[in-house]
């Protein structure tokens, strides 16, 4: 989950405290309600830049929240909780009174009640930004050419939600999946891409399923990663940043596990290099880095995966850049980390196999 956050507000369970601290509570909350809340800035983001799905808020980002809705007596127990925003759409009735000790029913029907506005808002959101797709106007800084190319417009036409905000909470692939007509086979093959699981994936290629592999990514076109789409190369334990538009795509091959390892990377601490060859075929980023700036490069040099990495840095075969530099100044012919530091998370969170 996200970074802890702050342990302010009123304690953990109840609201309790004299009347002095509850008006200072109720002005301070006051102030923080009138602008719309704001996650946190990452590492390298800009004011405007901030996460716009929930899924994205760290559990600082979701204690801040609650304050805002005048819940802050709560925010110790959701940050002990580690409740980020992705789990935060997750909760019901039950999770807020048995686990996080939110007595008070009214407290829960109002926790409940703004998560389904924030799901609303995000629809919403989505909504705006896929006219502006169909309209070339752009969203994420790539321009309309770089970003448009990958989203399937069979798919978004097809896609109910636009009319119909009640139907937010649905996983959007899912959504797809569930309503595209059987006369349209390449809608229906998209759909099922976009309700493909991202660490599903990294656990095919973690045990070489190559030809399970393959078939879900069929029906993705045959287009290998355009640069325009990165915004930041790497920031520092975050990994790559893309543009927004693309950020917010239901799947590509770029998304990373909670590690910010992408199928690419898993393939190179592998060295699978046949996998890695489909994954760069179908848009996968060889220069993607890590939250710790390591590339698939970095670790297929580290595992003595020669011949991957010949492949992966030339030209005309995975088309890499081998003069990347991971958190440690270090380069790919240089090691994952300083000498005596041994391998960070991702070393070891999937570590080289030696099946094929």
């Known amino acids: 989950a996200g970074s802890r956050g702050p342990r302010g507000g009123g304690g953990g369970g109840g609201a309790g405290g004299s009347a002095a601290e509850a008006g200072y509570e109720h002005d301070r909350n006051a102030k923080f309600a009138k602008a719309p809340f704001k ?134 692939g899912a959504l797809a999946a569930a309503t595209v007509g059987a006369d349209d086979p390449a809608a229906q093959a998209r759909a099922a891409v976009n309700a493909l699981d991202i660490k599903e994936i990294v656990g095919w290629v973690r045990h070489g399923k190559f030809k399970k592999i393959a078939e879900a990514l069929d029906p993705l076109p045959n287009r290998k990663f355009d640069p325009a789409l990165v915004r930041v190369p790497y920031v520092e334990d975050f990994g790559t940043a893309y543009q927004e538009a693309y950020e917010r795509e239901v799947f590509n091959l770029n998304k990373a596990d909670d590690f910010g390892n992408t199928p690419l990377l898993v393939a190179g601490q592998n060295g ?10 179908k848009g996968a980023n060889p220069n993607h880095q890590n939250q710790q700036g390591q590339t698939a490069g970095h670790y297929a040099l580290a595992y003595q995966f020669f011949d991957f990495s010949s492949w992966l840095f030339d030209p005309a075969g995975g088309g890499g850049d081998d003069t990347i530099e991971n958190r440690y100044g270090l380069g790919v012919y240089d090691g994952l980390a300083p000498e005596g530091g041994g391998y960070e998370e991702g070393g070891a969170e999937y570590p080289a196999l030696t099946e094929g």
């Open 39 to 172: 996650p946190d800035l990452k590492p390298g983001q800009l004011p405007g830049q901030e996460a716009v799905k929930v899924s994205a808020w760290t559990v600082g980002d979701v204690a801040r929240w609650l304050q805002t809705l005048k819940l802050s007596q709560y925010q110790e127990a959701f940050v002990d909780a580690a409740v980020d925003g992705e789990f935060l759409y997750d909760l019901d009735d039950d999770d807020l009174k048995n686990t996080l000790g939110v007595e008070h029913r009214l407290h829960r029907k109002k926790i409940l009640n703004f998560v389904a506005r924030l799901k609303r808002a995000e629809f919403e959101h989505d909504q705006q930004l896929r006219r502006q797709m169909r309209a070339g106007g752009g969203g994420g800084g790539a321009g309309p050419s770089a970003v448009n190319s990958y989203m399937d417009p069979a798919v978004d036409a097809a896609d109910p939600a636009l009319g119909d905000p009640g139907t937010a909470a649905l996983p959007p």
């Open 272 to 281: 699978n290099r046949k996998i890695a060859a489909l994954l760069v075929q």
